[in-house]
């Protein structure tokens, strides 16, 4: 791809930016606000100051592992360190190959969920390639193509993760440890190729390759409870736009995967895009964002769109990020009525905007807020619209207690006064 490539080692340290305020309200006894799940800041590397590396013996996985192959598992190299903190573990035989970048203790607690993941394959899906293609997409290098209709809501495609990186790691060591560390994490790849042929977001020959490519492709994912980098080659395909068509999920029970899903349908020949941009940011503020973090300039449909049209759009989507702080301050005053309408204005913004990735969550909101005042009507209405859209985009596996708490909401709702 071009220099112009809309990826993302970005997307990754802006740690998913999920684009909506998340609220989880308790369902037995009133509510209250348990978390609000926000953009994070960006984390790009902040390198130390380069230095000689110091030549050490790699560090077991724990405590039991030796310089047998038969005492590495899961990892079918022995681990390889470039300072006495992080290490590079590969497994070239789990699906297309893939490495870790972690310390010898993180890996070592992990070890169970690690071990499990590596040592589990998601479901084969040999229907999901023939729904799309990889193909030269003018001023913006490789993108993805539909080849056949893509049903709103269907996983269209699953990659499996080449790397996974702690995110903490480029600011913990010399950057040129830091490099030895990524060029031992691909070249123990069955398929160096996956990773290195993927986009770099910039033309300086100066600049360390992989290093260069994780910045441009990688994902933040959580993993363990912990944050971690990943880079999925297939998913990273994808290009940006400002009202995407689909969307993307990991998961650690699908074997350490990134699945793509539709948002909408999608006609044959139509490239499918995904957005790096933070939820209810402006034309400027995306521009800003994309150019200084993947060096492009949106010009898609919404970007290239009248002055009038981009007006408007601003204004709503400004709107939505001041209706997103009111409505937690409003939670927290226990205003649960103004709260419910702000909340319907949301979702009536996001609808017109096409930011529609998390409409079951905005829909689980409004259900808890009716709940709260004990409005049957609401109650019911956006318990099945939450529903039917968590279910739709994750289910069980994403969306498992909380569908399970819908549900007892909606069952219980008899209980409730009509309004």
């Known amino acids: 791809m071009s220099d112009g490539r ?15 305020t998340l609220l989880q309200l308790a369902i037995h006894v009133g509510f209250s606000l348990a978390y609000l799940e926000q953009a994070s800041e960006q984390c790009g590397p902040a390198h ?3 230095s000689l590396l110091v030549p050490r013996c790699p560090r077991p996985l724990d405590e039991d592992a030796g310089p047998e192959p038969t005492s590495w598992s899961p990892w079918t190299h022995q681990p390889y360190c470039a300072s006495s903190d992080y290490c590079a573990y590969t497994n070239s035989k789990f699906g297309p190959g893939i490495s870790f970048i972690s310390t010898p203790e993180v890996s070592a607690s992990s070890l169970d969920i690690l071990e499990s993941s590596v040592n589990t394959q998601s479901r084969p899906n040999n229907a999901t390639s023939s729904l799309y293609h990889i193909a030269d997409i003018p001023n913006k290098g490789k993108g993805v193509i539909a080849t056949r209709p893509i049903p709103r809501g269907s996983v269209f495609m699953t990659d499996h993760a080449a790397i996974i990186a702690a995110v903490e790691f480029p600011e913990k060591m010399p950057r040129f440890q830091g490099h030895m560390l990524l060029d031992k994490a691909v070249s123990q790849l069955p398929d160096p190729q996956r990773v290195l042929s993927l986009a770099r977001s910039s033309a300086a020959t100066d600049r360390h390759p992989i290093e260069d490519i994780m910045r441009t492709n990688a994902f933040s994912i959580t993993l363990a409870d912990k944050p971690w980098m990943g880079l999925f080659p297939g998913i990273s395909r994808i290009n940006h736009a400002c009202k995407p068509n689909a969307h993307t999920r990991f998961s650690q029970q699908r074997g350490l995967s990134m699945s793509a899903v539709a948002l909408r349908d999608i006609e044959p020949g139509e490239e499918v895009t995904i957005s790096y941009a933070e939820f209810g940011t402006t034309y400027g503020q995306r521009q800003h964002a994309l150019l200084h973090t993947w060096g492009f300039r949106c010009t898609c449909e919404l970007c290239t769109s009248s002055s009038e049209v981009l007006v408007t759009s601003d204004k709503r989507r400004g709107r939505i990020g001041e209706i997103r702080e009111e409505i937690v301050e409003l ?8 709260a419910i309408e702000m909340s319907e204005e949301m979702i009536e913004l996001v609808l017109r905007e096409e930011l529609v990735a998390h409409l079951g969550e905005h829909y689980e909101v409004l259900t808890r807020l009716y709940y709260a005042v004990r409005d049957r009507e609401g109650t019911e209405r956006y318990a099945r619209l939450a529903i039917g859209e968590l279910e739709k985009y994750g289910g069980e596996e994403v969306y498992g207690a909380t569908l399970a708490e819908l549900r007892e909401i909606l069952a219980g709702v008899e209980q409730l006064g009509d309004k």
């Open 6 to 20: 809309h990826t993302h080692y970005a997307r990754l340290c802006l740690t998913n930016m999920l684009p909506l």
């Open 48 to 50: 130390t100051s380069q």
């Open 331 to 338: 939670v927290r005053e226990r205003r649960f009525g103004r």
